[in-house]
Nanobody
Framework: VQLQASGGGLAQAGGSLRLSCAVSGRTFSSFATGWFRQAPGKEREFVAGFSRSGTSTVYDDSVKGRFTISRDSAKNTVYLQMNGLKPEDTAVYYC?????????????????WGQGTQVTVSS
């Protein structure tokens, strides 16, 4: 199983970016998937997640109302649409997949990780 994250870059505060996570090796409907981020000197933290069934999503309070997780079954890809970006959103963003049916906020629950994509938000 491989996850390939892309779409990071530089944005101004209030701007938008969309991250993509292409899953190969297994259909992503066999996983719950999540997005995490890690800022310099900080621990990796949960951002948003999708249940295996695709029927439920969960967000960290810090991004609720600004970020939206979605997926495209035909492309086996999970997205993170980020609107209303803030400088504190600056981090390396990772997509991850867990064999569990529901997303977990704890990184060690995830068996598969993408390589990370840098998001930088300027004020």
């Amino acid at each position: 199983v491989q996850l390939q994250a892309s779409g990071g870059g530089l944005a101004q505060a209030g701007g938008s970016l969309r991250l993509s996570c292409a899953v190969s090796g297994r259909t992503f409907s066999s996983f719950a998937t999540g997005w995490f981020r890690q800022a310099p000197g900080k621990e990796r933290e949960f951002v948003a997640g999708f249940s295996r069934s695709g029927t439920s999503t969960v967000y960290d309070d810090s991004v609720k109302g600004r970020f939206t997780i979605s997926r495209d079954s035909a492309k086996n890809t999970v997205y993170l649409q980020m609107n209303g970006l803030k400088p504190e959103d600056t981090a390396v963003y990772y997509c991850a997949a867990t064999n569990s049916g529901v997303p977990n906020r704890v990184p060690k629950a995830y068996a598969y990780w993408g390589q990370g994509t840098q998001v930088t938000v300027s004020s």
